[in-house]
């Protein structure tokens, strides 16, 4: 069974730094976008960052110039490497992917199961 496997949140201080890691476990044919989603307590949830296969990246306007999301194509991983923590970047953070399972299948998104970011003030 195909599953995104996040690792690296945690509680952090304002101005502190984290890496998210979403690995791709179980066999695919590839993976096209790969991104981030994140939802705060009481909010909808919101598009964080989006890395296309060759390495085009978008961001939310409120994350700009302090996250940067990379991915490794043949570690099927997903990176977002967050500076400058806000407590207003306190969310629950989902990695999300587009992932073809075999050549002749079409493009399915999958989630992972959310990784908890905490900054304090």
């Known amino acids: 069974q195909v599953q995104l496997v996040e690792s690296g949140g945690g509680l952090v201080q304002a101005g502190g730094s984290l890496r998210l890691s979403c690995k791709v476990s179980?066999?695919?044919?590839?993976?096209?976008?790969m991104g981030w989603y994140r939802q705060a307590p009481g909010m909808e949830r919101e598009l964080v960052a989006t890395v296309t296969v060759g390495g085009r990246s978008t961001y939310a306007d409120s994350v700009k110039g302090r996250f940067t999301i990379s991915r490794d194509n043949a570690k099927k991983t997903v990176y977002l490497g967050m500076n400058s923590l806000e407590p207003e970047d306190t969310a629950i953070y989902y990695c999300?992917?587009?992932?073809?399972?075999?050549?002749?299948?079409?493009?399915?998104?999958?989630w992972g199961q959310g990784t908890q970011v905490t900054v304090s003030s």
């Open positions: 179980g066999n695919i044919f590839s993976a096209n976008i």
């Open positions: 999300v992917a587009d992932l073809v399972l075999t050549i002749a299948t079409k493009p399915t998104r999958a």
